[in-house]
């Protein structure tokens, strides 16, 4: 249902956009997210967009350097990446529910296969 694309390596401080595209539903009318786990660490939602109303939620990690936004023509979910750092390599994963009303919750059913991003100092 969901495929990632946009990953890769990058140095400290550049940027990078993933791009989860869907199939077999729109992504107007669901919740949709971000999540990411690094090593040794706990999955971690990083942003997500309301089904209901569009707002958008992000981790106090990456508020101000992240942003999470769709593409309706497209069928496509992007997470915009800026100031990069070590901090931020993990293995990103998008999300989407159909129902959740709270898009900050963690129980999704839709989930990409994960694309590894990996930031070097």
């Known amino acids: 249902h969901l495929v990632e694309s946009g990953g890769g390596l990058v140095q400290a401080g550049e940027s990078l956009r993933l791009s989860c595209a869907a199939s077999e539903f729109t992504v107007d009318y669901h919740a949709l997210a971000w999540f990411r786990e690094a090593p040794g660490k706990p999955r971690e939602q990083v942003a997500c967009?309301?089904?209901?109303?569009?707002?958008?939620y992000y981790s106090d990690s990456v508020q101000g350097r992240f942003f999470i936004s769709k593409d309706s023509d497209r069928n496509t979910m992007f997470l915009q990446m800026n100031r990069l750092n070590s901090e931020d390599t993990a293995v990103y994963y998008c999300?989407?529910?159909?129902?959740?009303?709270?898009?900050?919750?963690?129980?999704?059913?839709?989930w990409g296969q994960g694309i590894q991003v990996t930031v070097s100092e």
């Open positions: 999300a989407a529910d159909p129902l959740m009303k709270n898009c900050r919750r963690v129980a999704y059913d839709y």
């Open positions: 967009l309301s089904r209901t109303d569009d707002g958008r």
